[in-house]
C-alpha cells in the first residue's frame, strides 16, 4: 500500500491589508489611506492595521472670482451708488475745478489681474490718474480672473461741471 503524504500549509506570520479607498490629494502631493481591508487574515496573529500613504497630484483649482473688494476715488464726492462688488456702474460728478482724479481698484481675489483704463496689474490691485475733461469721462476697470477667462467690466462715468459764467467789473 501506498504512504500518504500531507502537505504543510504554508507559515501564516502577519495578516495582509491593503487600501480599499483613498483621502483626497494634498496640495504637497501625497494621500494617506481612508479605508482597510484585511486580505490575509492569518490564526492566531494580530498585526496592526498599518498606516499606508502614496504619491499623488493635488488637482489644481483655478479661481473664476472675477469681482472687486475695493473701488474709489481721491475725490471727496462719493460714487453713487456706493461701492458693492456685485454692482457694475457707478456715477459721479465733480466741479468744473477738479481737473484729475485717481482710481483705485482691488481685486477680491489676489491672483486676479485688473485693469484701469489702459493700465494692468498683476497684483490684484492698481491705482491710474486721469485728467477730466468738461462732460463726461468714463473710467473702465475690468477684472479678469485667475482662470484668465472670467471677465467682469465695472465702469464709472464721472461728469465735469463746465465752468459757470465769471463775474467781470
Given at each position: 500500500?501506498?504512504?500518504?503524504?500531507?502537505?504543510?500549509?504554508?507559515?501564516?506570520?502577519?495578516?495582509?491589508?491593503?487600501?480599499?479607498?483613498?483621502?483626497?490629494?494634498q496640495?504637497?502631493g501625497?494621500?494617506?489611506?481612508?479605508?482597510?481591508?484585511?486580505?490575509?487574515?492569518?490564526?492566531?496573529?494580530?498585526?496592526?492595521?498599518?498606516?499606508?500613504?502614496?504619491?499623488?497630484?493635488?488637482?489644481?483649482?483655478?479661481?473664476?472670482?472675477?469681482?472687486?473688494?475695493?473701488?474709489?476715488?481721491?475725490?471727496?464726492?462719493?460714487?453713487?451708488?456706493?461701492?458693492?462688488?456685485q454692482?457694475?456702474?457707478?456715477?459721479?460728478?465733480?466741479?468744473?475745478?477738479?481737473?484729475?482724479?485717481t482710481?483705485?481698484?482691488?481685486?477680491?481675489?489676489?491672483?486676479?489681474?485688473?485693469?484701469?483704463?489702459?493700465?494692468?496689474?498683476?497684483?490684484?490691485?492698481?491705482?491710474?490718474?486721469?485728467?477730466?475733461?468738461?462732460?463726461?469721462?468714463i473710467?473702465?476697470?475690468?477684472?479678469?480672473?485667475?482662470?484668465?477667462?472670467?471677465?467682469?467690466?465695472?465702469?464709472?462715468?464721472?461728469?465735469r461741471?463746465a465752468?459757470?459764467?465769471?463775474?467781470s467789473?
Amino acid at each position: 500500500r501506498g504512504v500518504l503524504a500531507t502537505a504543510t500549509p504554508p507559515s501564516c506570520i502577519a495578516d495582509t491589508w491593503t487600501c480599499s479607498s483613498w483621502n483626497a490629494c494634498q496640495a504637497h502631493g501625497s494621500q494617506t489611506c481612508a479605508s482597510y481591508t484585511k486580505t490575509i487574515d492569518c490564526p492566531n496573529v494580530n498585526t496592526a492595521q498599518p498606516s499606508l500613504s502614496q504619491s499623488c497630484t493635488p488637482q489644481v483649482v483655478v479661481s473664476t472670482d472675477a469681482s472687486l473688494s475695493l473701488l474709489s476715488t481721491n475725490l471727496s464726492q462719493s460714487l453713487s451708488p456706493a461701492f458693492q462688488s456685485q454692482v457694475d456702474r457707478y456715477t459721479l460728478t465733480v466741479p468744473n475745478a477738479q481737473s484729475t482724479m485717481t482710481v483705485t481698484a482691488r481685486t477680491t481675489h489676489p491672483r486676479a489681474t485688473v485693469r484701469v483704463n489702459e493700465q494692468t496689474f498683476t497684483n490684484g490691485q492698481g491705482s491710474v490718474s486721469q485728467s477730466l475733461l468738461v462732460g463726461t469721462n468714463i473710467s473702465t476697470i475690468t477684472v479678469t480672473a485667475e482662470d484668465q477667462i472670467t471677465r467682469k467690466v465695472y465702469s464709472i462715468t464721472t461728469t465735469r461741471q463746465a465752468a459757470g459764467p465769471s463775474c467781470s467789473q
